[in-house]
Structures are given as C-alpha cells and as structure tokens.
C-alpha cells in the first residue's frame, strides 16, 4: 500500500527564515505526489506536484519541492517565510497501487505552519 | 477562476438523523470524490464517483453512504443515519479527467457535528 507521513504537525517560523515542511512517502510503484495548502475557511488548493518530470517541482507562492527516490522524500520548501503563509499543508500521493477509477488521493497528516512576525 | 462549492459550511444533526451534504463540481469535469477529515486525523478517501456510478469506495463508505448527481450540477452525499462518529470535515473535490497525475480541486468542506 502506499502511504505518506509529515513529520511535525505543527511548525512554527519567522517571517522571513526558511520554511521546511517535510513529507516521506511508501509506495512499491513510482509515485506521483502533491503537496496542497489550505487556508483558514477556504479548500485545499494545490500548492504543486511530481509526475516523474523534473525532480524539482516549483509551485505557486514561490515554493517548490523536490524529489529525492533515494531518500523517499518530498520536502516542500520556500527560501522566505511570509505572513501570509500561515496556513496547513498536506502531503498526498496517488493511489497507483489500489488500481480503481479516479486516482483517489492518499494524505498525510498534514502540518500546520505559524509564521512569526 | 472555476471552484468547487459546497453547502452548507457547517451542519448540526442528531444522531439516527439523515443528513444530505451539497457540492457543485467544476462544469466541466468529469470525475468527483468525497473526502472527509476526522478531527486531529488525516484526510480520508471515501468514493468517487464517474459517469453517474461509484467508480470506487473505501471501508468507510457502507450501506449508510450514498452519493447521487441528481441534475448536471449538484453532486450530493447522504448518511442515512448519522452515528457519532461520523461529525467530521467532508470535503468534495472534482477533477477533469481522473488520472492518476491530474488535479483534484477541493471545495471549502462542510463541517458535520452529530450530536
């Protein structure tokens, strides 16, 4: 089965540091992962995603992630936290493994990120 | 920019009451989920939903669960009888194709509290 874990449910940094939210997946198949952010009383709304193009995806409000098939990771980072980053993120993968129609999502726990000012 | 909507944004139901969860997907898509999030627990699959029939279910989703598009634009989610366990975050999503690499857009969920 497939499966993805965030570590730390909560992280918490200055404006301006380095945001590193860190997410390891488990798949038996090359996965196909995604990173989503939700917003305080709004959807999740995709941040950005990997289907085994470029190992350094780039996303919206300039974060981006990598993936690293040595280490099963798909860390999502942006080099200057804003204010306006404070929200949750989840790491998802698709389930290629549990063939059905519709490529359900599998999530991550998710990690909700504070930013100081 | 298209979104996926959903009503209402909070419901309070005693338990063994039906409740009835509203979405309307993107137009032009094809494919339809329902997810729910357990407070503190993760984002959970529950169906989806293709060409007017269950493409595919989780455990979760037993005889208490049924989905329905009932006109071109709603796509709804009934609990027969709602148990405690059921309050939860549900959220829709709709995709344009289905696959594997394509991209699910969420609406902003319906928060279900069984009392």
């Known amino acids: 089965a497939q499966s993805v874990t965030q570590l730390g449910s909560h992280v918490s940094v200055s404006e301006g540091a380095l945001v590193l939210l860190r997410c390891n997946y488990s798949?038996?198949?090359?996965?196909?992962l995604f990173w989503y952010v939700q917003y305080p009383n709004q959807g999740l709304q995709l941040l950005l995603k990997y289907t085994s193009a470029a190992t350094l995806v780039k996303g919206i409000n300039g974060f981006e992630a990598e993936f690293k098939k040595s280490e099963t990771s798909f860390h999502l980072t942006k080099p200057s936290a804003h204010m306006s980053d404070a929200a949750e993120y989840f790491c998802a993968v698709s389930d290629r493994v549990n063939v059905g129609q519709g490529g359900k999502l599998i999530f991550g726990q998710g990690t909700e990120l504070s930013v100081k000012p | 920019e298209p979104e996926v909507t959903q009503t209402p944004s909070h419901q309070v139901t005693q338990m063994g009451q039906e409740v009835i969860l509203r979405c309307v997907p993107i137009?032009?898509?094809?494919?339809f989920y329902w997810y729910r999030q357990i407070l503190g627990q993760k984002v959970e699959f529950l169906v989806s939903f293709y060409n007017n029939e269950i493409s595919e279910k989780s455990e979760i989703f037993d005889d208490q669960f049924s989905v329905e598009r009932p006109d071109g634009s709603n796509f709804t989610l009934k609990i027969r009888s709602t148990k405690l366990e059921d309050s939860a975050m549900y959220f829709c999503?709709?995709?344009?194709?289905?696959?594997?690499?394509?991209?699910?857009?969420f609406g902003p969920g319906t928060r279900l509290t069984v009392l």
């Open positions: 999503a709709s995709s344009l194709t289905g696959g594997y690499t394509d991209t699910q857009y």
């Open positions: 137009s032009n898509h094809l494919y």
């Open positions: 798949s038996s198949v090359p996965p196909y």
